[in-house]
């Protein structure tokens, strides 16, 4: 089991906190594992959807294409790759 010894302080309203109590108490678990659990969940959900990139299936094949045929060096890059200035140093 995860130590948990770090607090966090949140505030809300009066409404909010008796909701959270009275769901807690439903549930047999404490406010604090309740909302722990809940944001565990929305954090999980929002650093997946920010993780991934949907596409297309035309958009993913001309990915793909493109890979598979790498564009042409530009004169001045390949004539620097190819210089010889730098080895040996």
């Known amino acids: 089991?995860?130590?948990?010894?770090?607090?966090?302080?949140?505030r809300v309203s009066p409404r909010q906190r008796s909701t959270y109590e009275r769901a807690a108490a439903l549930e047999g678990t404490s406010v604090s594992a309740m909302l722990t659990s809940a944001a565990d969940e929305r954090a999980e959900r929002v650093l997946r959807a920010q993780?991934?990139?949907?596409?297309?299936?035309?958009t993913f094949d001309r990915l793909l294409a493109a890979l598979d045929e790498p564009a042409a060096?530009?004169?001045?890059?390949?004539?620097?790759?190819?210089?010889?200035?730098?080895?040996?140093?």
């Open 1 to 10: 089991m995860e130590r948990k010894d770090k607090m966090l302080n949140v």
């Open 51 to 58: 993780s991934a990139m949907t596409v297309s299936s035309e």
């Open 73 to 89: 060096l530009a004169p001045s890059l390949e004539k620097a790759l190819l210089e010889r200035r730098f080895e040996n140093r």
